[in-house]
Every structure is written in structure tokens, then in C-alpha cells.
């Protein structure tokens, strides 16, 4: 099944072109553009810019996959019709429609957060080999952060998650908080990159690392993080980044950990912006080997928005609307 898929739910423009199966998801062209540059002036994402800067890039980029394309290849077109901004979802959804409408496609709705999680299907290399099924994913993006379990025919059962803010959302805040610019995620991590492999002193709480359940909090660790720096004692801000990055992969790895322990899985599939940091990706392998599981990390060009996880989300759980009947959902929801 070869499908043009779309993302427009945030600061992201994606368009790309993909093809495969259960077995893996080739990508035969991928485009994103990203107005997180001009976000960063504003210090985070303003709806209203996102949304106009939707719609100047959405036929440029789409022009771009398709332009030497036989259209009478292509097998449908995918969209991410939710969760995101009303207004940036508006553009892709609408987009979509019409050409599906026009080229007389069948058009496909995709779930913005399974299709962070179909990127694990992306073929990465000659030794590629799909994640097996059931699994547990872990969802970690600007909005959300979820533990699912997923069967063979992949429905989700929500099983744990944060209470409070997602885990990008706390890393964007604390950014904010040490004077690190937008987004935050990259900029934490280029901070913590120059701290290099000296030890991180433990400065800030692991909220609810010791509760029994999956649930995590976040909020009050970016509460910690303003205490520290407008405290008398004064630490250096790539200490304080180093150590709340190191916070948040302990408590995720310890969430693992418990959700491992109580069901049986073959294999975890990370997804969402978030994945793309090293120390999260570092802590959560050792899960894997500690408890033999095969632990998933999408290509980190594949962590962030982008439409080949749209794509292939379209063709690992195909889900068929017709153009007039599919609207954007801003709140949606996995399960
Ligand atoms: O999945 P995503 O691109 O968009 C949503 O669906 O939300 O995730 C964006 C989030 C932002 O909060 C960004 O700061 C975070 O992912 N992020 C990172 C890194 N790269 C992006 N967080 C930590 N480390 C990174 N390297
Ligand atoms: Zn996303």
C-alpha cells in the first residue's frame, strides 16, 4: 500500500509518501517544514502564527513529495486529524479532503499520537525487523505521556501516565525557567551535552518515583527547578538542566519498570519528541536489558511531528472516512 500521508497539528508542515506493510514502512520521500523558529520569539507556540504558517507551507511541501510522482501509484492519502491545534489541524485536514475527493482516493484519519507511535515501523536499515506484538508503548511528546498496552490488532488500552503536565511541556517550561530558548527539549539537551560525562549532583525531586502506580507528575518538578534558581544558593543553570533531564529518565525508567512487571510484553515502542533525547534513550535501553525486553527507539528524525509516521500509521491500522464526514478533533484521544 503506498499512501500520501499529512501532519499539520502543531508548528509542523509534513507531506511525505510511503509504502509498505505490518512488515515495515519504507519511506520513499519525507518533507517538514517547521515554524518552531519563529515560535521561539514568542518563547512557545502562539495558535494563530502556527495556523497562518500552516497554510503557507502546506501545498509547498505537499508539491514537493508528489511533484515527479504517478499519481495512479498512490493508494490513498492519511491525515493526522487530532490531537493538536484547532487551527493548524483545520489546514491538513481540509487539504486532505480535497485531494483525496479530486483524485478519487480513499482517505485515511490517523490518530496524531498512534502515528508518533507507527514511526517504529519506519524501516531504518537493511537489519530492520517490525517490533513485535503485544507491546507496551510510551508516548512522550509536548502534550501527552502515556503507557498503552497494545495487541495484535493494535488497540490501545490506556494503563498509566502523567497527571499533570506531559513530559515536552516540563522540559519547554524548565527551558523557559533557565533562559534556554524554544523548544525546550533541544535546548536542554544541548545544555546537558556541555556538562559533558561530569556527575550530576541529585538537586531536584523524582516525584512519585516510589508510588505503586503508573502514574507520574511532572509540575512539581518544574516547581522545583523555579525554587532552585530564585533560591539564595546558586547553581549553574546546565546543572539544574543536567539534573532535571537525569530526574525524568528516572522516573520514566522506574514507570517501565512497574508496567513491565505486571504485564507481558514482547517488546516497548518509545515514541513522541521527547524520544529523541539521549539520556531518556540511554536509561530506557537498560530497562530492556535488565528485564529482557526488546525496548524501540524511532530514528531520531522520526521522534518529532513529521508525515511518514502519519503514513504509516495508515497502513498498520487503516481507518477509512469519507471527505465530507472527517472534521479535526483537537482533543482526541488514544483510548
Ligand atoms: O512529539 P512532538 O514533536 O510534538 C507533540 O506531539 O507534542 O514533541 C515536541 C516536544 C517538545 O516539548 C520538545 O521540547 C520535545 O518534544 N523535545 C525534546 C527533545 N527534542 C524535542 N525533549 C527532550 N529532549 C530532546 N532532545
Ligand atoms: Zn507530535
Given at each position: ?68 510522482v504517478d499519481l495512479a501509484t498512490v ?127 541529585k538537586i531536584l525531586p523524582r516525584p ?78 537498560t530497562v530492556g536489558d535488565d528485564l ?44
Open positions: 500500500m503506498k499512501i500520501l500521508a499529512i501532519e499539520s497539528t502543531c508548528d509542523e508542515t509534513a507531506a511525505a509518501l510511503v509504502e509498505g506493510s505490518r512488515s515495515g514502512v519504507r519511506i520513499i520521500k519525507s518533507v517538514v517544514a517547521s515554524s518552531s523558529d519563529l515560535q521561539a520569539k514568542y518563547g512557545g507556540v502562539v495558535p494563530e502564527v502556527a495556523a497562518r504558517e500552516q497554510i503557507k507551507s502546506i501545498i509547498p511541501v505537499i508539491s514537493e513529495v508528489i511533484d515527479d493508494d490513498g492519502v492519511a491525515v493526522s486529524y487530532g490531537p493538536g491545534l484547532i487551527g493548524s489541524l483545520l489546514i491538513g485536514v481540509e487539504v486532505a479532503k480535497t485531494l483525496a475527493w479530486s483524485w478519487s482516493k480513499p482517505l485515511y484519519k490517523v490518530d496524531h499520537m498512534f502515528g508518533h507511535i507507527a514511526a517504529n515501523w519506519i524501516i531504518n536499515g537493511s537489519s530492520f525487523t517490525p517490533p513485535i506484538l503485544p507491546a507496551i508503548s510510551l508516548t512522550i511528546s509536548g502534550g501527552h505521556t502515556d503507557i498503552h498496552m497494545i495487541n495484535n490488532k493494535f488497540d490501545l488500552e490506556w494503563i498509566g501516565g502523567t497527571v499533570d503536565d506531559a513530559i515536552g511541556e516540563a522540559f519547554d517550561k524548565v527551558a523557559r525557567i533557565l533562559g534556554l530558548s524554544y523548544p525546550g527539549g533541544p535546548a536542554i539537551q544541548l545544555a546537558v551535552d556541555s556538562f559533558g560525562d561530569s556527575d550530576v549532583s512519585m518515583i516510589n508510588d505503586d502506580s503508573l502514574k507520574m507528575s511532572f509540575s512539581g518538578l518544574k516547581a522545583a527547578v523555579l525554587r532552585l534558581v530564585s533560591s539564595e544558593i546558586k547553581y549553574n543553570k546546565t546543572e539544574i538542566a543536567a539534573d532535571f533531564n537525569k530526574a525524568v529518565a528516572e522516573i520514566i525508567k522506574k514507570k517501565l519498570t512497574l508496567a513491565l512487571e505486571h504485564r507481558e510484553v514482547k517488546s516497548v515502542l518509545v515514541a513522541g519528541g521527547v524520544a529523541a533525547n539521549k539520556i531518556i534513550r540511554k536509561t530506557l535501553l529482557g525486553v526488546e525496548i524501540r527507539l524511532p530514528d531520531l528524525k522520526y521522534c518529532g511531528d513529521n508525515a511518514a509516521m502519519i503514513g504509516a500509521a495508515a497502513i498498520l491500522k487503516p481507518v477509512k472516512v469519507l471527505p465530507d464526514s472527517l472534521k479535526p478533533e483537537s482533543n482526541l484521544s488514544l483510548s
